[in-house]
């Protein structure tokens, strides 16, 4: 593994822990306390997502979300704050994770976790990267699971506005984004559709990626629309690393030791997805 092959062993290792809140029960409960309509997650999503950015209109948040259609987010943003102002979502944000982890950890003991997730997301730089500095920039909380939480979202947060600047570099525009991921078998199109795009988007993003030479007529990749791609991704680890190479190889292993447990505990709820936009696979969990 190179030293920024760790970046990506991590993220995969502790991105489900915090992806579980995208789709708990506890969750959604606090949602439609605020009252957001839960009869699907997009609602409460782009509440949750984008309010440590403040009350920010369409434009800024679909900026800083970047792969997502303008128009989806506009659905939702900004009357995501006529439902709760952002004050009140980060207050609930923070009960619905309580929620979550007392009913997911037991009485699992996260406190060492918490400390060596904490002092990796302090060591973060996010200077140039919105949605991590949004997120670094709120207080932390007191209770370890809490901890564990915040500090996960802010080095996922990390990475991902790394991603944008890995994609902006490679000229790839949100849905090419998108369809060249999809191009080299990182989920399927049907998948990528909840990211709000036309299917003629779609297929113009296509024809503009095979006039470049990244992808055939059936929106394969070429060997150049692979290399591509693993290009980003090899540029968004080596902008990701910075945290673990501050924490250490010794203390992110001890990390994952502690965290495998929990994405055991995470993977058995059942309520992760098949398939995901982020191109991690399905992770079974191991039999008792």
């Keep these: 593994m190179t030293d920024a092959g760790l970046a990506r062993q991590m993220w995969h290792q502790l991105e489900p822990l915090h992806a579980l809140f995208w789709y708990s029960p506890e969750v959604f409960a606090e949602a439609e306390a605020l009252g957001y309509a839960v009869d699907e997650r997009w609602p409460s999503y782009f509440a949750w997502r984008a309010a440590p950015l403040g009350a ?44 979550m982890y007392r009913a997911l950890l037991d009485d699992l003991d996260v406190g060492e976790a918490a400390d060596l997730a904490r002092a990796a997301a302090e060591a973060a730089s996010v200077v140039g990267r919105p949605l991590a500095a949004a997120n670094a920039d709120l207080p932390w909380p007191d209770e370890p699971h809490l901890v564990l939480w915040h500090a996960i979202g802010i080095l996922r947060e990390q990475r991902g506005d790394g991603h944008v600047a890995a994609l902006l570099t490679a000229g790839l525009d949100p849905v090419e984004a998108l369809v060249s991921f999809a191009a080299v078998g990182a989920a399927s199109v049907r998948t990528f559709a909840s990211r709000g795009w036309t299917d003629a988007e779609w297929a113009a993003a296509r024809d503009r990626l095979a006039s470049r030479g990244l992808v055939h007529a059936d929106g394969t990749a070429t060997d150049r629309g692979r290399e591509l791609r693993d290009s980003v991704e090899r540029t968004t680890d080596d902008l990701a690393y910075e945290p673990w190479r501050t924490l250490g190889p010794a203390k992110a292993d001890r990390l994952a030791e502690l965290t495998m447990p929990i994405l055991i505990k995470v993977l058995e709820t059942g309520l992760m997805p098949a398939e995901n936009t982020l191109g991690i696979g399905k992770i079974q969990a191991p039999p008792r």
Excluded at 71 to 91: H, I
């Design 56 to 99: 920010a209109g369409a434009e800024a948040v679909s900026a800083a979300f970047y792969s997502f259609s303008p128009r989806k987010v506009a659905e939702y943003v900004p009357a995501a704050w006529t439902v709760a102002s952002p004050d009140r979502v980060l207050e609930a944000r923070v009960r619905a994770v309580d929620r």
